[in-house]
């Protein structure tokens, strides 16, 4: 294993950085292009009145990939090849991926092949570049973490920035060719900059199966007979996986994506509970350390739930949000795709000064902001973000035409609540799981941002039935209008019994002493 000096940064440090500044860039380039191409090109085939809701779909089953993912790249890594080379065959698929877009522009099997391989590449990296770069680091130099991670976040933003403003206006005069192939190059680099530092990094090996692990004692709860005692938390697993056979089978209606996202939910959903009710059980073939750390889990995960409101409202905004500004006015160089650089933007102007300027007043004006109060207000946020964009969508629905400048208020209140919720989201759920569950943990919470993306999926779905559109006509108001506004309720909602149950959760501090090695 290789070491680094006493108190030093880590010379291997600068190329996963450089790395992930350009794979940042490429996947942002070609994401937030995808709408804007799909509604002008690769689905003019679909009637006009459906082709907005079949690009959302589309867009909303590509992040559902991306995010879940992760649950494969974490467990390959973990069991079988390690981080370093996991994240280099993965990049290579990556690649392969954007080739794929700029090769099959007109064609949708290849286009969509290329969407797969990127969600499988780009998902399958997603929790192990952080956690590689963590490895990097030990107890001489961990006080230089913190400040690789700030670069680290920073590099996602400013190549988010630089990708959102330049690739929208590439599609438009150059081609599709050219605008999914640039972020393809720029994912080759990033391949070979990961490459390059490979003599210099630390390698972790993989780990062996934990046979005290979160699955094992799952598994434990659920199939362990206690005499006279009823099994109910194998029933309601049953129930579950019977639940998940029925939504398969829904798939011509609900689409493939849909009907496995929404099996895979129930499934764990009606297992978790299941194995919470009677997790006393797994004491006989576990220690107590092991049960109780997954006990700390299944907290964490109905938090994780109540965040999953967030991620639907939040991933629209390269969806639902330039649908809407395609109708706006606008300059005529202007592309509507272009104001996804407002994101990462907002991110790196308000991390600064929430930290260096917001939490101090609101310290000294005696707020105690803790990691959950900061989640829930997020949650909110982003509640508000969505009763703007509605109340847009109701004036141009009206006949009236505004600006594009309007969008920049949602845009504002749904940054906000994203640096509440994501930045302070997995420092949180790094403390509160014990160190054997981390891995665990870190799998859920992308989760959580596929099961976001499922519940647009599902709305879109309801939207196509005939009963439903009537009801919504009843209203006065157009479906677009409806649905802006069901989500904002949907996240206020959650934000509210976020707060309900952050009042009885009990904290935890389960980061690893100063005498445990790295």
């Not at 954007?98 to 290849?110: D, I, N, Q, R």
């Amino acid at each position: 294993m290789a070491s680094t000096s006493t108190g030093s940064w880590p010379r291997q440090i600068p190329f996963i950085i450089a790395s992930e500044a350009c794979e940042r860039f490429s996947f942002y380039g070609m994401r937030n292009i995808l709408t804007p191409f799909l509604m002008t090109a690769l689905l003019l085939s679909v009637p006009e009145e459906l082709r907005q809701g079949e690009a959302k779909d589309v867009f909303h089953s590509f992040v559902i990939g991306v995010y879940f993912f992760p649950l494969l790249g974490g467990w390959i890594a973990d069991r079988f090849f390690g981080k370093y080379h996991t994240i280099l065959w993965l990049s290579i698929v990556y690649v392969i991926g954007h080739a794929f877009l700029a090769m099959f522009e007109t064609s949708k099997t290849g286009f969509y092949s290329g969407l797969f391989l990127i969600a499988l590449g780009s998902g399958g990296i997603k929790p192990l570049v952080s956690s590689f770069m963590g490895d990097q680091f030990d107890q001489s130099n961990k006080s230089l973490a913190q400040k690789a991670f700030d670069m680290f976040y920073f590099t996602i933003n400013f190549g988010s920035f630089f990708a959102s403003l330049s690739m929208p206006l590439i599609l438009k005069f150059f081609g599709p060719a050219v605008a999914f192939g640039i972020p393809g190059v720029l994912m080759f680099i990033a391949t070979v900059f990961f490459w390059y530092g490979r003599k210099r990094y630390v390698h972790i090996e993989p780990n062996a199966h934990d046979p005290h692990g979160f699955l094992p004692v799952v598994k434990s709860a659920i199939l362990t007979p206690m005499p006279g005692q009823a099994n109910k938390g194998l029933w309601l697993s049953i129930t579950g996986i019977l639940l998940a056979l029925f939504a398969l089978s829904q798939f011509p209606s609900l689409g493939v994506v849909t009907s496995l996202c929404l099996a895979l939910v129930l499934v764990m959903g009606f297992v978790g509970v299941g194995a919470s009710m009677q997790l006393q059980r797994a004491l006989s073939r576990h220690p107590s350390e092991a049960v109780d750390g997954v006990k700390s889990v299944f907290r964490i995960l109905i938090l994780f739930a109540l965040v999953t409101p967030f991620w639907s409202l939040f991933d629209q905004k390269a969806s639902t949000w330039i649908l809407q500004a395609n109708h706006m006015a606008k300059p005529e160089w202007f592309e509507p795709a272009m104001m996804q650089a407002l994101n990462p933007l907002l991110v790196m102007l308000l991390i600064p000064f929430n930290n260096f300027v917001l939490y101090p007043a609101l310290q000294r004006s005696g707020v105690t902001l803790t990691a959950l109060r900061k989640m829930g207000a997020g949650i909110a946020f982003s509640g508000l973000s969505w009763i703007v964009i509605g109340s847009l969508q109701l004036i141009m629905d009206g006949g009236s035409v505004i600006s594009i400048t309007w969008q920049v208020l949602p845009y504002a209140l749904l940054t906000f609540g994203e640096v509440l919720v994501s930045a302070t989201g997995l420092e949180f759920a790094y403390s509160q799981a014990p160190k054997s569950m981390k891995g665990s943990i870190m799998s859920f919470w992308t989760l959580s941002v596929t099961v976001g993306n499922l519940w647009v999926l599902l709305a879109n779905a309801s939207v196509k039935s005939e009963s439903v559109t009537n009801k919504i006509a009843a209203t006065g108001i157009s479906v677009t209008a409806f649905q802006m506004f069901f989500f904002a309720g949907f996240a206020l909602l959650a934000a509210l019994v976020f707060a309900l149950y952050a009042r009885s959760y009990t904290m935890q501090d389960h980061y690893r002493s100063v005498s445990e090695s790295h």
